[in-house]
């Protein structure tokens, strides 16, 4: 079976930190040199270099970069026949990078229009009080305060019912998904293919076995859920990533009549992008159309706030939460008491809800701009997974390969990603990309498009 992408690229980098082709202490590429000379998404580069720091290999100083490790302790075995990953010496030296003027970047947000005096009128307010537990390591579900809020704010936007004890505060999704599959022990999971990255790193690095089944237009194909003989699965049915896709409400239902016939049976949903849908009526998470607590919810603030704020959360069914209270060992919560009070009070003033109405018609409005602008080049375009969230995908039907595609926009200026998600032989036949709208600024958004279809358009 063909290894994960971004295992062979850490492999591959490990083998020449290993063979020393590198000093301790040296700088290792940055992620942006290495993702735009592979051609690979810049997840699949922070996984690898994630699996080389966890591993010791490569070390990292803030606003500097990386840096290789002193490993002269480990035995290295310079005689083996390593394959050589290619990447050019050029990489290396000093000024031999050049920013790209264009970008569609994902997990990008407009900070433009966030209420940042407010923000600050917060943080003065949370440290004016004078409250000593500040100082304290805070509740290891995270503070009430906090936990009340996104109670209430997913009852009233997504119709999530639950307690805000069932609520457990943490810094990113990985970090709740790995809490997860401790909590769900000995559980075999079903996954989407393609998958959001996070829970494919996760699972691998937990060696916890899993099956993809392929996402069709409209989410996930219960048909063959329903085959398997698997426990847990995991979906992001609001805005299925990397496809855009929706799951309906039939499937959801399928689903959630799956998971109830079997106690040992979950669905974990990510209810990745549902802050940003833009057309028709938002369609209501399937935790809301749980009875019976089969429904693990997660999601997290990275976009509908600011993705530095380092908060996520998850909403566990009663039975998952016992098992949590009686865990051992607990890891201490992750996010700092002052950015989750600051944040309650965030949403507690309306601020928050405010905040998401106006980003709701800016990016809509940047969505709608780029499809007009587009839509001349219906024939030599196809658009995906524009309905909701900060990125949709466009495969380039006109005849240009992938590479032809990719110099056309190094000759741009343009950074474009390559949607390499799914194990393809069209790539090069059909190059497909992905694009994110969300941190372009407005008066910057012609440009933006100009070049994509200086690029893309023959």
Known sequence: MKSTLYIELYEKLKKQIIEGQFK????????????NHLSVSQTTIEHAYHLLQDEGYIYSKPKSGFFVSDIESLPIFQNYNYEILSIDDTLNKKNSFTENEYSFKLAQIDTKYFPIDLFRKYSKDVFDANNLTLLQRGDIQGEVELRQQITQYLFNSRGVTCHPNQVIIGSSTEQLL???????????????????????????????????????????NVDEVIKSNKNIVYITPSHQFPTGFIMDLKKRTQLINWAQENENRYIIEDDYDSEFRYYGKPIPALQSLDSKEKVIYISTFSKSIFPSCRIAYLVLPSKLLQRFYNQQHKETNTVPVHMQKIVSLFMESGSFNRHLNRMRKVYRNKLSFILKELKPYEDQLTIEGAETGMHFNITVTNGLTLKECLDRAMTEKLELQVYNYEESDNYNKLPKFILGFGGINEDKLKAHTDALIRALII
């Open 24 to 35: 301790a202490n040296d700088k290792f590429y940055s992620k942006r040199q290495l993702g």
């Open 178 to 220: 790995n809490l997860l599959v401790t909590l769900l022990n000995d559980s075999s999971f079903i996954i989407e293919k393609p998958s959001y990255p996070p829970i494919k790193f996760v699972l691998d690095k937990q060696h916890v076995s899993y099956d993809q089944i392929k996402v069709e237009k409209n989410g996930i």
